[in-house]
């Protein structure tokens, strides 16, 4: 049982001195529309307003939307609670979501024009795309040699590292690697549920999968999204489950993240590869699709300010038709625990007891929230590495059984 909302620790703010949820608002954001401007061949007006809301970040209350727009007044009605609020003294999610919301506002990424639906964060994601296809073609190979239990545990833990590569993450350290190679990571995991997720998607019965669906809610584009569609794959090519859902964004966040757009062209990219096996997944996953096997889905709420625990009705309902749910990288962590100072030591259990499925988190540490390690591990690693938590480094695979009511 999760806890009642009143009984929930206070949430990680950006006015917290020295804290990652600070340099974000303070040090990475500002860097973010500096390379909205110079990858965009923008107008001058379009500038000019990035340049005004860049203004406002480092020095003034956080404004309403003024577009006219079917979710400017929700964003607004949120906005009320904090009113009055500089971006340095707010609930930090809440001020990375409207950051987005507020950039596509100053782009006119919604009002009829030249610039209505232009992805401002579409150059990069491209670069990224084209490069994760390339570092797959060097490495796919690899595959065809080992037994399917290795190479599902290659593929799962591809599918955690690919995370690495967040483009809205400028300070991480650790560049993200080329998959596959995965065995002299296996120390930083510091969650390590593998087994017991290799052994609860292989379990069949008499009628075929014992999971037939399976869900992902997916983060970035590049190696993080490319994995899961390699994983995806394995998975139907196993008959270890039936169904695979992609849950994508409905327009740009957090600069890398996936929308449906971005996963089609990844897709496009496989296709063309020049090595014939990497276009033969491009092919396999295009199959899948065309048969229903693969799901690709957005929905408003993944870019909206909410928690997990105010999921819509009709998308709680959609996830608790999943056997299994993934829940990928930092941001869906975060949303997951309600983005709050729990104890390093807490059970999962007690936090997210809430989720209408269970799941998997797939996760690499760039924010400083954690739940399930062991007492004093946490000790233990901030005296070996005080920034264990926000500089990429490590990850946790961190299955949950149980589905909420």
């Given at each position: 049982m999760s806890p009642h909302p009143t009984e929930l620790p206070?949430?990680?703010?950006?006015?917290?001195?020295?804290s990652f949820a600070r340099s974000t608002i303070v040090e990475r954001k500002p860097q973010i529309i500096r390379q909205v401007v110079e990858d965009n061949g923008y107008p001058p007006y379009i500038v000019q307003a990035l340049e005004t809301f860049g203004t406002e970040i480092a020095s003034q209350p956080m404004?309403?939307?003024?577009?006219?727009?079917?979710?400017?007044?929700?964003?607004?009605?949120?906005?009320?609670?904090?009113?009055?609020?500089?971006w340095v003294d707010a609930p930090w999610y809440f001020a990375e979501s409207y950051f987005y919301r507020r950039l596509l506002e100053a782009v006119r990424y919604f009002q009829p024009g030249r610039w209505q639906g232009?992805?401002?964060?579409?150059?990069?994601?491209?670069?990224?795309?084209?490069?994760?296809?390339?570092?797959?073609?060097q490495a796919w190979g690899e595959l065809a040699e080992v037994e399917p239990e290795?190479?599902?545990?290659?593929?799962?833990?591809?599918?955690?590292?690919?995370?690495?590569?967040?483009?809205?993450?400028?300070?991480?350290?650790?560049?993200?690697?080329?998959?596959?190679?995965?065995?002299?990571?296996?120390?930083?995991?510091?969650?390590?549920?593998?087994?017991n997720v290799r052994e609860l998607l292989a379990r069949r019965t008499?009628?075929?999968?014992?999971?037939?669906?399976?869900?992902?809610i997916s983060d970035n584009v590049g190696l993080d999204s490319l994995f899961d569609l390699a994983l995806a794959d394995f998975l139907l090519g196993q008959g270890w489950v039936e169904e695979v859902v992609f849950h994508l964004k409905d327009y740009p966040f957090f600069v890398s993240d996936a929308m449906i757009k971005d996963v089609r062209a990844t897709i496009s990219l496989l296709q063309a590869s020049h090595v014939p096996m990497v276009k033969d997944l491009g092919q396999r996953m295009r199959d899948h699709a065309e048969a229903g096997r693969i799901l690709i889905t957005d929905d408003p709420f993944w870019t909206s300010n909410l928690m997990f625990r105010d999921l819509p009705p009709a998308l709680r309902a959609e996830l608790a038709r999943s056997d299994l749910v993934?829940?990928?990288?930092?941001?869906?962590?975060?949303?997951?625990?309600?983005?709050?100072?729990?104890?390093?030591?807490?059970?999962?259990?007690?936090?997210?007891?809430?989720?209408?499925?269970?799941?998997?988190?797939?996760?690499?540490?760039?924010?400083?929230?954690?739940?399930?390690?062991e007492p004093g591990q946490a000790e233990a690693l901030t005296a070996q590495d005080p920034t264990w938590l926000i500089n990429g480094k490590r990850g946790i695979i961190q299955l949950n059984q149980s589905r909420g009511s």
């Open positions: 206070p949430p990680l703010m950006t006015s917290e001195p020295g404004r309403p939307l003024t577009e006219q727009a079917p979710d400017a007044a929700l964003w607004n009605r949120e906005l009320a609670h904090h009113q009055g609020r500089p232009h992805d401002p964060f579409g150059k990069q994601k491209h670069s990224q795309e084209n490069m994760a296809v390339d570092r797959l073609a290795i190479a599902f545990e290659a593929l799962l833990h591809s599918s955690l590292w690919g995370n690495r590569a967040d483009l809205s993450n400028y300070t991480v350290s650790i560049k993200a690697r080329d998959g596959l190679a995965t065995t002299e990571e296996r120390g930083n995991i510091l969650i390590d549920d593998t087994d008499a009628r075929g999968p014992q999971l037939r669906r399976v869900d992902f993934v829940l990928k990288g930092d941001v869906n962590y975060r949303r997951l625990l309600d983005d709050r100072h729990w104890l390093p030591a807490t059970r999962m259990e007690k936090v997210a007891g809430y989720f209408p499925a269970p799941f998997l988190v797939l996760r690499t540490l760039k924010g400083e929230i954690i739940v399930g390690l």
